[in-house]
């Protein structure tokens, strides 16, 4: 008399049928799918065994079933990302999510290195000075309306030139007949000797000390020879 061959399950013969055999016994194959196969989680199916399965974060799903949420794409064979517990594909989740560059207009990939300036995003690599289009990466710039400049290149711009050597006035700086000038600039037209802050006053529209000027210009008193002067402020 031959042994019995039944499924630990349903106690059904199994002669003559597919089985599975595990540690606990064999098992017909719709026993053994009830028992322990797992639960898609979109289509809420089983998962049979002999279907292929994927699983993240402790969810399992079919193959057909691991898809993006958004263009169905299979996600079987793709890079993904995970959203509010959906799952997008690369493609779906830059464009709900990732910021466009301002300057070439294509998406700033998760991961890459980006600038963020006046709720702008840009390519790091697209961030450029708008006078020598030189990236400026973590360099200081200066905004100036829609462009951004390098501070070399916005001095050159926009500061203010000595009337005199005609290099730009980075800081400070004194005004003579409505010029900006170097404090170093404005000297003594005489004897070189600085101006700022001094009284003086100028001939021929070149800047002189009081001394300078009297010695050189001034009328000399009648009676002790001195010059006369009246020095006037720049």
């Known amino acids: ?5 039944d499924c630990a399950k349903c106690s059904e013969s199994l002669y003559g049928r597919k089985y599975i055999q595990t540690d606990s ?10 028992t322990f196969a797992n639960t898609c989680a979109e289509c809420q199916q089983l998962i049979g065994h002999d279907s292929r399965e994927l699983f993240y974060e402790d969810r399992h799903f079919h193959e057909g079933c691991f898809r993006c949420c958004r263009c169905q794409r299979s996600l079987a064979d793709e890079p993904f990302t995970c959203q509010d517990s959906e799952l997008l594909c690369n493609d779906c989740y830059c464009s709900a999510f990732s910021s466009q560059c301002s300057a070439c207009g294509e998406t700033v990939m998760p991961g890459s290195r980006k600038l963020e300036y006046g709720g702008q995003t840009w390519h790091e690599h ?3 000075c708008s006078g020598c289009e030189q990236p400026l990466g973590s360099r200081s710039f200066v905004p100036d309306k829609d462009a951004h400049y390098c501070v070399p290149c916005y001095e050159n711009k926009f500061a203010p030139r000595c009337a005199r050597c005609s290099k ?3 800081q400070g700086g004194v005004t003579y007949r409505d010029q900006p000038w ?3 600039c404005l000297v003594c037209t005489g004897c070189q000797t600085p101006l700022a802050g001094q009284q003086f006053t100028s001939r021929d529209d070149d800047p002189y000390c009081v001394t300078c000027f009297g ?5 000399k008193c009648s009676s002790c020879k001195r010059p006369i002067t009246g ?3 720049g």
């Open 1 to 5: 008399m031959s042994e019995a061959f």
């Open 25 to 34: 016994g064999p098992y017909c194959v719709p026993c053994y799918d009830n």
């Open 126 to 128: 697209c961030f450029l």
């Open 168 to 170: 730009t006035l980075t």
């Open 182 to 184: 170097h404090r170093e």
């Open 215 to 219: 010695e050189l210009f001034a009328p």
């Open 231 to 233: 020095g006037t402020g």
